[in-house]
């Protein structure tokens, strides 16, 4: 490396001649015209990063990092540098998006071929060498002054180089196809849904009511397992951070969401029942500055399953196993999103990557009280406000996305767009908020934009917009910025901040972020993990249970912070055994992080005898293998004889589901208005019945009067059973009961006790109603 002496001398060479030559080259996190030119300084720890920002010297500087990670910078771009180039990484990760809004020129993912070896062997340019970055382009290039400090490299290992490109070249097809098949975007998701077999990507009433079936989340976990891939994939490649150990954290978080997550969502929806859990999903379209929002509502599902996978893979969960528990949470997502959403399709990915969820009552607001940034310092003073208040959500969420979310865009009417974005800034579920107990819970930012040219605009499921151009804050022309003092402020209280407050919010925001930034550099590594996992664990419920009031109840009373057992265990296989850094990217590069539910015991065969029981109630004898039923815990033996157990109702209920999506439900029901149209006179019959005693001749009346109700019914029961095989043993059954009672056996007429034309005929009615997924309550026809 070289010397303090040495760096005076190297910068005056450069400003006496333009003589740079290129020495590696990336990928530009935006493109602009202008150059960016100055010392380089490598920052390989947090302890370098303080260093580096108490020298006074950050404004003019380029900094060389590792990773791709907002938070290991956190000072650094706060302070202003002048340049980024890392390592490792991409444009779409945290340290991309916080480069773009600050305005920071970045190249990332660079591979140098000249310069000096850092301690860990990577060739870098030495420290105070007067660096060129190029980002007129998406393929960035580094230049260093001529003369630049290098030394020579190891000769190559053929083999290894040859090996190690092989696997670069692996690793970039499954950067760019999922699963080496699959591509980005609105055509990878019209690819993926056409392997689907089910309609559980679409949020209709009836689907979010009910229990979901094992192929419908199987549905529902390979179209996740392509989504969150469109979404990260650039992700996979960020790097280390320095600072945070992430990929640590994350896979212990995602293991104990999974094994504690479904009993918390059981109790949320105890607490406020379906209808409740759907009303707290469509809080995003009614408020700013929540956390109820659309990265939160994605999470619930993704994020816990994710741990399923992970708990597979580590050998601690069985794969393809706990059927009832995965579905139970990708239940729980869908109800949210049939509220966010209203109903229709599920994702972004499949709204043409858009989320315009506000009511038109806050666009109408945000315009009125926008303030237009019609002068560059203006424009300065908010693009710092943006980036700073992003960082700092970054920086107490530990790195992850939970601290912050966009929504929309809005079109404006005049060829331009608003993005309402909401960044976190305080929560006190979290030890280390004292370093930010001065600044609100939120802040939300309504941006207005008005490009000169065409733009993709990408707002994704992770609540994240992506844009191209990437540099979208050049055509911003207005704002407007909202405060949430607490989580518990009432929406009635969300108030507009004016300049004073801007600055007074950023400068607090770059004390806290400095305090915060020191506070987690000198945690011991455990802590910092099992902080992470914290936040993993604690984001993507406590909103859901805040609103639905048992938040404190969970904390209190279930112990809610203590690790589970088994994710104990996988902590020491994760981060002692340093399998994460492996296994979080491969999992979720490969789409194996999202394992389908394995067939369990084929429990169709069985469906003719939970039918019978769906339909009687109670049997003496079951048409089926009483043992195997019994074995699966589906029916319930009673002196009286078998009822379905509870665990029965749902399995009759999701096979009966099943048959009834390969129905032709239309014609059914056509077939069915035929039955109820002699359903009235055989009610008439049978409540003249009653009235009438034994022996009296009008009995005999009677009978004649429902045997021609059963004559009546017999072509649109033969007409059924073309389309449902079962119903061609109605009409037998009802002639052998009419024949009885014609021949004075009056116990099959309508006696509840035999099997009459009264009982077969209810249990018809029954088999209609069912089938059809109606009730007989709402319909009337008893």
Not at 228 to 253: H, K, M, N, V
Not at 277 to 300: A, D, F, Q
Not at 312 to 325: C, K, V
Request: include cysteine; aromatic fraction near 8%.
């Amino acid at each position: 490396m070289t010397t303090d002496a040495t760096i005076p001398m190297m910068q005056a060479a450069a400003q006496s001649a333009d003589n740079f030559n290129l020495i590696g080259t990336g990928l530009s996190v935006f493109e602009d015209d202008q150059p960016c030119e100055g010392p380089v300084v490598w920052l390989d720890s947090p302890a370098a990063v303080i260093e580096f920002v108490s020298g006074g010297a950050t404004s003019e500087s380029i900094v060389v990092a590792r990773g791709g990670t907002t938070t290991f910078l956190t000072p650094a771009l706060t302070a202003g540098v002048k340049g980024v180039v890392t390592l490792q990484g991409h444009p779409e990760s945290h340290l991309g998006i916080l480069s773009r809004e600050f305005g920071i020129p970045c190249i990332m993912g660079v591979s140098f071929t000249e310069g000096v070896h850092s301690k860990r062997g990577e060739l870098i340019p030495a420290d105070g060498v007067i660096v060129r970055l190029d980002v007129r382009e998406s393929d960035g290039r580094v230049f260093a002054e001529a003369g630049a400090p290098t030394e020579a490299s190891p000769a190559p290992d053929v083999e290894a180089e040859a090996a190690a490109q092989a696997q670069m070249e692996q690793v970039q097809l499954l950067l760019t196809k999922y699963r080496g098949e699959i591509p980005h975007h609105d055509e990878g998701d019209k690819q993926i849904r056409t392997g689907l077999k089910t309609q559980v990507l679409h949020l209709d009433n009836e689907s979010v009511q009910r229990e979901l079936r094992d192929d419908e989340a199987n549905d529902l976990l390979a179209y996740m397992g392509w989504n969150i891939w469109d979404f990260l994939a650039q992700r996979a490649t960020e790097g280390e951070s320095g600072l945070i150990p992430r990929q640590e954290y994350e896979a212990l978080g995602c293991a104990q969401m999974w094994l504690r997550y479904p009993e918390w969502y059981r109790r949320i929806t105890d607490a406020v029942g379906v209808d409740g859990l759907i009303e707290i999903g469509s809080t995003p379209r009614h408020e700013i500055g929540n956390k109820i929002n659309m990265v939160h509502i994605w999470c619930t599902g993704f994020v816990p399953s994710f741990g399923r996978g992970i708990l597979a893979d580590l050998g601690l969960l069985e794969p393809g196993g706990q059927h009832t528990e995965q579905r139970e949470v990708l239940q729980f997502m869908r109800r949210l999103y049939k509220g966010a959403w209203g109903g229709g399709p599920m994702f972004t990915s499949m709204r043409g990557y858009q989320a315009p969820l506000l009511d038109a009552e806050w666009l109408e607001r945000f315009r009125d009280e926008r303030t237009e940034l019609a002068d560059a310092e203006q424009r300065a003073l908010f693009q710092k406000f943006n980036a700073s208040t992003e960082l700092m959500g970054f920086l107490l969420h530990f790195d992850n996305r939970s601290g912050l979310a966009d929504s929309g865009p809005y079109p404006t009417g005049d060829g331009g767009f608003v993005i309402v974005r909401d960044h976190f800034l305080h929560d006190p579920v979290y030890h280390w908020h004292d370093v930010a107990e001065e600044l609100p819970h939120a802040i939300t930012q309504a941006m207005f934009f008005k490009p000169d040219r065409e733009m993709q605009l990408d707002l994704m499921d992770g609540a994240t917009l992506y844009t191209k151009p990437a540099n979208y804050l050049k055509y911003l022309t207005g704002a407007a910025v909202y405060i949430r003092d607490t989580h518990e402020t009432p929406v009635s209280e969300i108030r507009r901040a004016d300049d004073a407050e801007v600055e007074q919010i950023l400068a607090r925001c770059e004390t806290a972020s400095a305090k915060l930034y020191k506070r987690i550099a000198s945690m011991p590594a455990r802590d910092k993990v099992m902080a992470g996992a914290q936040v993993y664990y604690t984001e993507f419920v406590a909103p859901f249970a805040r609103a639905a009031g048992v938040w404190d109840e969970f904390v209190d009373e279930h112990d809610f912070f203590e690790l589970d057992p088994v994710a104990s265990e996988a902590y020491y296989r994760l981060v002692a055994g340093g399998r994460a850094a492996e296994l979080m990217p491969r999992l979720f590069l490969m789409g194996t992080g999202y394992p389908p539910l394995e067939p369990a015991v084929d429990l169709e065969p069985h469906f003719p005898a939970l039918h019978a029981l769906a339909l009687r109630g109670l049997l003496a004898s079951v048409p089926g293998d009483v043992e195997a039923l019994d074995t699966a815990g589906l029916i319930v033996s009673t002196d009286a004889g078998y009822l379905l157990s509870e665990e029965g109702h749902t399995v009759h209920d999701r096979l009966l589901a099943s048959e009834r999506e390969g129905l032709d439900g239309e014609r059914v029901g056509a077939i069915y208005e035929r039955f109820l149209a002699a359903n009235e006179p055989m009610k008439a019959a049978c409540s003249r019945w009653q009235t009438v005693s034994d022996g009296d001749e009008l009995r005999f009346e009677l009978i004649d009067e429902l045997a021609t109700c059963v004559e009546r019914v017999e072509p649109a029961l033969r007409r059924t059973a073309e389309l449902l095989p079962r119903f061609s043993g109605y009409a037998p059954r009802l002639r052998e009961a009419v024949a009885k009672a014609q021949d004075g056996d009056h116990d099959y007429a309508v006696s509840p006790l035999f099997d009459s034309i009264h009982t077969v005929w209810m249990e018809i009615h029954e088999d209609y109603l069912q089938t059809l997924g109606r009730s007989r309550e709402a319909e009337g026809s008893y």
